[in-house]
C-alpha cells in the first residue's frame, strides 16, 4: 500500500509515517517510480508504535522494544534486556512525577496565602 493509504488506515499523517521510517521504526520499500509501499501488516507496526509512544517510551526504546512486542496492544513478551530497559524508563517517570508533584506543591503555596 502507498504512503497515502497507510496514513488514511492509521489515522497516522504521511509526515510521521515518514518520520517513523527514518527512527527505523517502520520499513518501505521503493518502487521503481519512488513511491514508498508498506506491507500490509504495517498497520499493526503503526498501531504498536502509537501505543508504545503513548506508554511513554522513546523512539529509541520502541526500537528495542518492537521485536518484542505482538498484537495491537502491544503484548509484549519478554526478550532479553527487555524488562531492565522498561524499568529504567518506569524509574525515569517516576523522577519526573516526583518532581513535577515538588513543583506543584511549590506553586500552590505560592498562590494559597
Excluded: F, K
Excluded at 3 to 24: D, F, H, K, M
Amino acid at each position: 500500500m502507498l504512503i497515502g493509504e497507510l496514513a488514511a488506515r492509521t489515522g497516522v499523517g504521511a509526515r510521521l509515517l515518514r518520520y517513523y521510517e527514518s527512527q527505523e521504526l517502520l520499513h518501505a520499500r521503493r518502487g521503481p517510480n519512488g513511491y514508498r509501499t508498506y506491507e500490509q501488516d504495517a498497520v499493526l507496526r503503526v498501531r504498536q508504535i502509537r501505543a508504545l509512544l503513548a506508554a511513554g517510551l522513546t523512539t529509541e526504546m520502541i526500537r528495542e522494544v518492537l521485536p518484542c512486542a505482538e498484537g495491537e496492544t502491544p503484548d509484549l513478551v519478554m526478550c532479553e534486556g527487555l524488562r531492565t530497559l522498561l524499568d529504567s524508563r518506569l524509574a525515569v517517570l517516576d523522577d519526573r512525577i516526583e518532581g513535577l508533584r515538588r513543583s506543584r506543591a511549590a506553586l500552590a503555596g505560592l498562590v494559597t496565602p
